[in-house]
């Protein structure tokens, strides 16, 4: 609604009775892009190796788009490009549900207290859907070190590291 406004505003703020337009009515929309990229910018987050908030990012970043559409008196547009926005959201829900639920082979290093058993861990592997394709194990004297091939649904890697983690045998993962 602000970008509907203010393009609003934009676009007549210039006028006067029978005189040629005085500024620029572009220069406020342009603003809006700005403004609106840069709080789009602060829904993007990056942690544990993922990034978040891009959809979230562009989704707002079209709504502005979509106001200043109205707003300059582009409603057939307006409404073709949110009608074509929805589809594709929702398309792309869907679609990133079934990339999630897709098998992913990856290599992890879990670093563990010396003299602990392999078959701890593939239980905790194995309870969250994960298979072990290979192991090898490497003795040191402060640590065991396993180096693993997985597979699993990619949805399970999401939280692997921190499972691991939370038991008490294991030092670190790498991986993923």
């Known amino acids: 609604m602000g970008a509907v406004v203010l393009t609003d505003v934009s676009l007549k703020i210039g006028l006067v009775d029978g005189a040629p337009r005085i500024g620029d009515p572009a220069r406020l929309a342009a ?42 008196g582009f409603y057939v547009e307006a409404a073709g490009a949110g009608v074509l926005v929805m589809v594709v959201l929702g398309f792309l829900g869907r679609l990133e549900h079934r990339i999630r639920r897709v098998r992913r082979i990856v290599q992890y290093t879990v670093r563990t207290r010396p003299g602990t058993v392999f078959d701890a861990i593939r239980d905790t592997l194995d309870a969250h859907g994960i298979i072990v394709v290979s192991q090898q194990a490497y003795d040191h004297m402060d640590d065991r070190t ?27 993962v790498h991986g993923g």
Not at 38 to 67: D, E, K, N, P, R
Not at 147 to 155: F, H, K, M, N, S
């Open 31 to 72: 603003q809006i892009v700005s403004g609106i990229g840069f709080i789009g910018a602060g829904t993007i987050m990056q942690g544990g190796g993922m990034v978040t908030g891009l959809t979230s990012a562009a989704t707002i970043w079209v709504v502005a788009a979509l106001g200043i559409a109205i707003g300059a």
């Open 146 to 172: 396993y180096e693993l091939r997985l597979t699993g649904p990619a949805i399970q890697f999401e939280t692997l590291s921190e499972t691991l983690m939370a038991r008490g045998d294991v030092l670190s």
